[in-house]
């Protein structure tokens, strides 16, 4: 597969009553497909969120923003544009950050959390950003019992989780 210069085309998913802004790299080939974030049926994002939250995973877009804006997570990622292989963020070259004061002005955004390891993350949000461990398929060895441990407890001082 040969690299190629991609740009983002999710609009950031906010609303001034946002608290907390979660931050891929950028999107997957399934994600820019769909136009939305965490397309790939394999990554564990929306179960995740969903079961964080005690609701069904959903199932459409409309579903899946209105989960998220219901429950105060707003959504985008750090990279506007950059050159890649397919959804490989250890690809990534050529970056050119998306502008996160959009959501960051607007929202009161108490903390930024990264899905993953994202290099980028911090710079582009502007101050310290959490790490959590990725809803990639790719990530295989944190199940998902361990991934919901694990965001439940960043996100509990923020949200409201079961």
Known sequence: ????????NIPPLYDKNARVLILGSFPSVKS????FFYAHPQN?????????????????VEE????????????????????????SDASITNVVPNDLRVILDAADIRAVFCNGYNRYCRAAAGR???????????????TQEKLLRAWREALRPYLTVV
């Open 128 to 142: 310290e950003a959490v790490k959590l461990p990725s809803t990639s398929p790719a990530n295989a060895r944190w």
């Open 44 to 60: 564990r994002f929306w179960p995740t969120l969903a079961t964080l939250f005690g609701e069904e995973t959903p199932k459409t």
């Open 32 to 35: 820019r497909q769909a136009a």
């Open 64 to 87: 899946k923003r209105s989960l998220a804006l219901r429950h105060g997570v707003a959504l985008w990622d750090t990279i506007g544009s950059c050159e890649i292989v397919g959804s």
């Open 1 to 8: 597969m040969e690299k190629s210069r991609e740009i983002h």
